[in-house]
């Protein structure tokens, strides 16, 4: 039985270029979390150090909010509400918190679940007056 012989076509490999466009500077460990308000002005940050922070695209990315009163647990997510700048995150405190991107106040924290919490999203049918959440319980 004769064996088989490959191909010998070169596969093609796409080459592209990656060019910074601005070092964000300030978080001392991972970042898992960079997501854009959905005007494209604001960037919010955040990883495994717990912190979250707000950068002004149209302004060279200057740092505007450092936010340090959200939980000191792990976050498991960051969401944009869709026409406010509000945040929501939560994780392994098992709540909910509802930040405002501007001031870094937080606005609000939901409480309820028994584990951590996964995910939350403002709700889109009404522009965004009730929130969403799952957990792993």
Not at 32 to 40: L, Q
Not at 120 to 135: E, P, R
């Amino acid at each position: 039985m004769e064996e088989e012989s490959k191909s010998d076509t070169p596969k093609k490999i796409n080459r592209f270029k990656t060019v910074p466009v601005h070092e964000l500077k300030g978080h001392t460990e991972t970042v898992e979390y960079a997501k854009f308000d959905s005007s494209g002005k604001w960037l919010v940050t955040g990883g495994m150090n717990n912190l979250l922070r707000v950068w002004d695209v149209c302004d060279d990315f200057k740092l505007k909010r450092n936010l340090d009163q959200v939980p000191v647990e792990d976050l498991n997510f960051v969401e944009w509400h869709q026409t406010a700048p509000l945040l929501l995150t939560g994780g392994k405190d098992y709540m909910v918190w509802m930040i405002n991107a501007v001031n870094g106040k937080v606005m609000a924290n939901f409480m309820g679940h028994e584990e951590e919490v996964i995910s939350a999203k403002f709700s889109l049918s009404d522009g965004g007056k009730q929130i969403i959440s799952c957990s792993s319980d």
